[in-house]
């Protein structure tokens, strides 16, 4: 080969070399993210966006419907009501986390009066009663209570809670101004914080009289404690049973 084809031959390879590193970048092939629970796609099996199949989230699709068994207001004082919904989660295995409610109170002539919001946990296979106390209404007496969710439930897998707390025996002492003392016991062997307790007083054909809810800031480790729930005013009918329920959800 003469010295002009060399010469020639070698920048042809140059150009070729120089051609592949521009080009590269362009050519190389693009590698798709690995799916995942919130890249707003259907894949992996999910039976919706991003819900369901290796997704801790449940699809709206799936758990049997949230059910409002009774929503009841109780008088508290003169100007002053309570009120409670007594809500089901018939599911199993599926939770509800920071579901946001509105609770209504109406006078005689279906007027509201008042409302409060918030949000509540709900466990699998659980009866959740949710509380409002101190609700102002000034001069106007509750005729009725309406509770309802705001928004979409967000769906959670879960297993059925296991107790971390012992509800011991009761003892009621009901006067014009009654009271229920009832032991609580920390099962576990972690320090439990912020414990919400709620008394639903029951007449003898399980109509809620009255109820009650207080807060057990720390229980040690296999500590129990006396828990009272007072009413100011005399239980209207005859006691029937008594339920407590210690708000704690995994």
């Known amino acids: 080969m003469t010295w002009a084809g ?22 190389k092939p693009v590698i798709a993210p690995a799916p995942t629970c919130s890249d707003g796609n259907q894949n992996q099996g999910e039976l919706g966006v991003d819900c369901s199949g290796p997704c801790e989230r449940i699809c709206l699709s799936e758990p049997l419907p949230i059910k409002v068994l009774w929503v009841r207001p109780f008088k508290v004082a003169e100007g002053v009501y309570s009120a409670v919904a007594y809500i089901s989660n018939p599911n199993p295995s599926f939770m509800v986390k920071q579901a946001p409610y509105i609770l209504k109170l109406y006078n005689e002539r279906n007027i ?84 919400p307790i709620v008394a639903v007083v029951f007449d ?8 009650s809810e207080t807060l057990i800031e ?11 729930f007072t009413w100011s005013l005399p239980f209207a009918e005859k006691v029937g049973p008594v339920r407590i329920y210690p708000r704690i959800i995994d």
């Not at 020639?8 to 050519?27: H, K, T």
């Not at 003898?204 to 109820?211: F, G, I, M």
């Open 6 to 27: 060399k010469r020639q031959l070698f920048i042809l390879g140059a150009i070729a070399i120089v051609s592949l590193i521009i080009l590269f970048p362009i050519a």
């Open 112 to 195: 509201l009066i008042s409302e409060r919001g918030g949000y509540v946990d709900i466990p699998p296979k659980d009866i959740i009663p949710v509380f409002e106390g101190g609700i102002q209404t000034g001069n106007e007496n509750v005729k009725q209570a309406f509770f309802d969710f705001t928004e979409d439930l967000k769906w959670f897998r879960g297993a059925e809670v296991s107790k971390k707390v012992s509800v011991g025996f009761f003892v009621l002492e009901n006067t014009n101004t009654p009271r229920v003392l009832v032991p609580i016991k920390n099962e576990t062997l972690d320090v439990l914080r912020n414990i």
């Open 204 to 211: 003898e054909k399980d109509n809620a009289l009255a109820a």
């Open 218 to 228: 720390r229980l040690e480790k296999g500590q129990a404690a006396e828990v009272i």
